[in-house]
Protein backbone atom coordinates (compact mmCIF):
# COMPACT_ATOMS: atom_id res chain seq x y z
CA UNK A 1 0.00 0.00 0.00
CA UNK A 2 1.46 3.53 -0.63
CA UNK A 3 1.74 5.54 2.21
CA UNK A 4 1.79 9.49 2.74
CA UNK A 5 2.79 11.26 0.04
CA UNK A 6 4.37 15.05 0.57
CA UNK A 7 5.75 17.24 -1.52
CA UNK A 8 7.73 19.06 -1.66
CA UNK A 9 10.56 17.46 0.18
CA UNK A 10 12.63 21.03 0.77
CA UNK A 11 11.56 24.71 0.59
CA UNK A 12 13.74 27.66 1.03
CA UNK A 13 11.90 31.20 1.36
CA UNK A 14 12.68 34.49 2.73
CA UNK A 15 10.69 35.83 5.71
CA UNK A 16 7.66 37.30 4.86
CA UNK A 17 7.15 35.22 1.59
CA UNK A 18 4.14 32.67 1.62
CA UNK A 19 4.67 28.56 1.41
CA UNK A 20 2.19 25.92 0.53
CA UNK A 21 2.62 21.90 1.72
CA UNK A 22 0.61 19.50 0.05
CA UNK A 23 0.04 16.07 1.76
CA UNK A 24 -1.68 13.07 0.55
CA UNK A 25 -2.46 10.32 3.10
CA UNK A 26 -2.77 6.78 3.01
CA UNK A 27 -5.74 5.71 0.83
CA UNK A 28 -9.24 5.26 3.01
CA UNK A 29 -7.76 7.03 5.83
CA UNK A 30 -10.29 9.18 7.45
CA UNK A 31 -7.89 11.11 10.32
CA UNK A 32 -5.17 13.42 8.94
CA UNK A 33 -2.43 15.23 10.85
CA UNK A 34 0.04 18.01 10.10
CA UNK A 35 2.90 18.50 13.03
CA UNK A 36 5.66 20.79 12.85
CA UNK A 37 8.95 19.61 13.73
CA UNK A 38 11.67 22.16 15.21
CA UNK A 39 15.32 20.86 14.98
CA UNK A 40 16.30 18.81 18.16
CA UNK A 41 12.54 18.98 19.39
CA UNK A 42 9.58 16.12 18.96
CA UNK A 43 6.59 16.74 16.56
CA UNK A 44 4.10 19.24 17.55
CA UNK A 45 0.48 18.86 15.98
CA UNK A 46 -0.41 22.12 14.14
CA UNK A 47 -4.12 20.50 13.43
CA UNK A 48 -6.02 17.84 13.31
CA UNK A 49 -8.64 16.35 10.76
CA UNK A 50 -11.15 13.82 10.55
CA UNK A 51 -12.30 13.69 6.91
CA UNK A 52 -13.05 17.38 6.05
CA UNK A 53 -13.61 18.20 9.23
CA UNK A 54 -11.22 20.21 11.62
CA UNK A 55 -10.91 18.03 15.40
CA UNK A 56 -8.03 20.20 16.99
CA UNK A 57 -6.35 23.32 15.76
CA UNK A 58 -5.97 24.95 19.40
CA UNK A 59 -1.79 24.88 18.36
CA UNK A 60 -2.19 26.60 15.73
CA UNK A 61 -0.89 29.98 14.88
CA UNK A 62 -3.87 31.01 13.07
CA UNK A 63 -2.66 34.35 12.16
CA UNK A 64 -0.50 32.67 9.59
CA UNK A 65 -0.81 29.26 9.13
CA UNK A 66 -3.78 27.46 7.71
CA UNK A 67 -4.92 24.28 6.14
CA UNK A 68 -7.56 22.84 4.38
CA UNK A 69 -8.33 19.81 3.37
CA UNK A 70 -12.02 20.51 1.52
CA UNK A 71 -12.59 16.83 -0.16
CA UNK A 72 -11.41 14.76 2.66
CA UNK A 73 -8.50 13.23 0.94
CA UNK A 74 -5.53 15.25 1.02
CA UNK A 75 -4.62 18.54 2.58
CA UNK A 76 -2.81 21.67 1.86
CA UNK A 77 -0.91 23.43 4.78
CA UNK A 78 0.12 27.45 4.13
CA UNK A 79 1.94 30.07 5.55
CA UNK A 80 1.60 33.52 5.24
CA UNK A 81 3.71 35.53 5.72
CA UNK A 82 6.67 33.66 7.09
CA UNK A 83 8.38 34.06 10.05
CA UNK A 84 12.60 32.83 10.82
CA UNK A 85 10.84 30.70 13.24
CA UNK A 86 8.80 28.53 11.02
CA UNK A 87 11.59 27.02 9.68
CA UNK A 88 11.16 23.29 10.60
CA UNK A 89 10.21 20.35 9.40
CA UNK A 90 6.28 19.83 8.60
CA UNK A 91 5.32 16.38 9.08
CA UNK A 92 1.78 14.94 7.67
CA UNK A 93 0.46 11.75 9.17
CA UNK A 94 -2.89 9.37 8.62
CA UNK A 95 -4.58 7.24 10.87
CA UNK A 96 -7.35 4.54 9.56
CA UNK A 97 -10.21 7.00 11.18
CA UNK A 98 -10.60 9.00 14.77
CA UNK A 99 -12.51 6.07 16.96
CA UNK A 100 -10.12 3.24 15.78
CA UNK A 101 -7.58 1.89 17.70
CA UNK A 102 -4.53 2.64 15.32
CA UNK A 103 -1.29 3.99 14.63
CA UNK A 104 -0.51 7.09 12.83
CA UNK A 105 1.79 6.54 9.27
CA UNK A 106 3.98 9.31 8.62
CA UNK A 107 5.11 11.14 5.28
CA UNK A 108 8.66 12.26 5.17
CA UNK A 109 8.11 15.66 5.83
CA UNK A 110 9.04 19.30 4.23
CA UNK A 111 11.72 20.70 5.10
CA UNK A 112 11.20 24.48 5.12
CA UNK A 113 14.09 27.01 5.88
CA UNK A 114 13.25 30.91 5.82
CA UNK A 115 15.94 33.02 5.69
CA UNK B 1 -4.31 16.97 28.55
CA UNK B 2 -1.53 14.30 28.01
CA UNK B 3 2.31 14.72 28.14
CA UNK B 4 5.15 12.96 27.41
CA UNK B 5 8.92 13.18 28.94
CA UNK B 6 11.78 11.62 27.70
CA UNK B 7 14.27 12.28 30.37
CA UNK B 8 17.28 11.60 28.20
CA UNK B 9 18.09 13.60 25.04
CA UNK B 10 21.17 11.69 23.91
CA UNK B 11 22.58 8.02 24.82
CA UNK B 12 25.57 6.70 23.30
CA UNK B 13 26.41 2.93 23.93
CA UNK B 14 28.48 0.88 22.68
CA UNK B 15 27.77 -1.81 19.86
CA UNK B 16 26.12 -5.12 21.39
CA UNK B 17 25.71 -3.22 24.80
CA UNK B 18 21.97 -3.05 26.26
CA UNK B 19 20.46 0.02 25.99
CA UNK B 20 16.87 1.62 28.17
CA UNK B 21 15.21 4.93 27.22
CA UNK B 22 13.35 5.78 29.50
CA UNK B 23 9.53 6.98 28.48
CA UNK B 24 7.31 9.15 30.94
CA UNK B 25 3.69 9.99 30.29
CA UNK B 26 0.99 11.83 32.41
CA UNK B 27 -2.53 11.85 31.27
CA UNK B 28 -6.26 11.77 33.12
CA UNK B 29 -7.89 8.89 30.62
CA UNK B 30 -6.37 6.05 29.66
CA UNK B 31 -3.49 6.17 27.19
CA UNK B 32 -2.15 4.29 24.40
CA UNK B 33 1.55 4.09 23.83
CA UNK B 34 3.94 4.31 20.96
CA UNK B 35 7.83 4.83 20.35
CA UNK B 36 8.47 5.75 16.84
CA UNK B 37 11.90 5.95 15.33
CA UNK B 38 13.60 8.69 12.87
CA UNK B 39 16.86 7.57 10.76
CA UNK B 40 18.30 10.57 9.63
CA UNK B 41 16.65 12.62 6.73
CA UNK B 42 13.68 9.95 6.78
CA UNK B 43 9.87 10.24 8.19
CA UNK B 44 8.87 9.00 11.74
CA UNK B 45 8.41 4.80 11.77
CA UNK B 46 6.71 2.99 14.09
CA UNK B 47 8.77 1.11 16.62
CA UNK B 48 5.76 -0.74 18.55
CA UNK B 49 2.56 0.54 20.54
CA UNK B 50 1.09 -0.70 23.40
CA UNK B 51 -3.23 -0.50 23.11
CA UNK B 52 -4.28 -2.98 25.21
CA UNK B 53 -3.40 -6.66 26.60
CA UNK B 54 0.07 -7.87 26.85
CA UNK B 55 2.02 -4.76 28.73
CA UNK B 56 5.15 -6.21 26.99
CA UNK B 57 5.02 -5.32 23.99
CA UNK B 58 7.78 -6.40 20.96
CA UNK B 59 9.38 -4.86 17.59
CA UNK B 60 10.68 -6.96 14.80
CA UNK B 61 14.16 -6.01 15.05
CA UNK B 62 14.54 -7.07 18.65
CA UNK B 63 13.46 -3.74 20.79
CA UNK B 64 11.12 -4.47 23.44
CA UNK B 65 8.52 -1.87 25.74
CA UNK B 66 6.79 -2.46 29.01
CA UNK B 67 3.84 -0.18 29.90
CA UNK B 68 3.76 0.37 33.52
CA UNK B 69 0.65 1.97 34.15
CA UNK B 70 1.31 2.56 38.42
CA UNK B 71 4.59 3.97 37.28
CA UNK B 72 2.93 5.55 34.19
CA UNK B 73 6.22 4.71 32.15
CA UNK B 74 6.74 3.00 29.07
CA UNK B 75 10.29 2.60 28.39
CA UNK B 76 12.15 1.29 25.70
CA UNK B 77 14.79 -1.61 25.71
CA UNK B 78 17.33 -3.90 23.68
CA UNK B 79 19.65 -6.44 25.01
CA UNK B 80 22.35 -5.66 22.40
CA UNK B 81 22.30 -2.67 19.69
CA UNK B 82 23.87 -2.65 16.73
CA UNK B 83 25.35 0.69 14.33
CA UNK B 84 22.22 0.63 12.41
CA UNK B 85 19.78 1.46 15.60
CA UNK B 86 21.42 4.87 15.41
CA UNK B 87 18.47 7.29 15.25
CA UNK B 88 16.48 9.44 17.00
CA UNK B 89 13.51 7.66 19.24
CA UNK B 90 10.26 9.49 20.00
CA UNK B 91 7.54 7.85 22.20
CA UNK B 92 4.34 8.91 21.83
CA UNK B 93 0.87 8.74 23.75
CA UNK B 94 -2.67 8.93 21.95
CA UNK B 95 -5.94 9.28 23.93
CA UNK B 96 -7.98 6.33 21.88
CA UNK B 97 -6.42 7.06 18.78
CA UNK B 98 -6.76 10.75 18.77
CA UNK B 99 -4.59 13.23 18.92
CA UNK B 100 -1.19 11.94 19.25
CA UNK B 101 1.55 13.78 21.37
CA UNK B 102 5.00 13.64 20.83
CA UNK B 103 7.96 13.72 23.54
CA UNK B 104 10.94 15.64 22.70
CA UNK B 105 12.89 12.82 21.02
CA UNK B 106 16.06 10.51 22.51
CA UNK B 107 19.56 10.95 20.18
CA UNK B 108 20.44 7.07 20.63
CA UNK B 109 24.32 6.93 18.96
CA UNK B 110 25.70 3.27 18.82
CA UNK B 111 29.56 3.58 18.69
CA UNK B 112 31.53 0.63 17.12
Known amino acids: EAGVAQSPRYKIIEKRQSVAFWCNPISGHATLYWYQQILGQGPKLLIQ????????DSQLPKDRFSAERLKGVDSTLKIQPAKLEDSAVYLC?????????????FGQGTRLTVV | AQSVTQLDSQVPVFEEAPVELRCNYS??????LFWYVQYPNQGLQLLLKYLSGSTLVESINGFEAEFNKSQTSFHLRKPSVHISDTAEYFCAVSDYGQNFVFGPGTRLSVLP
Open chain 1, 93 to 105: ASSLDFYTLTEAF
Open chain 1, 49 to 56: FQNNGVVD
Open chain 2, 27 to 32: SSVSVY
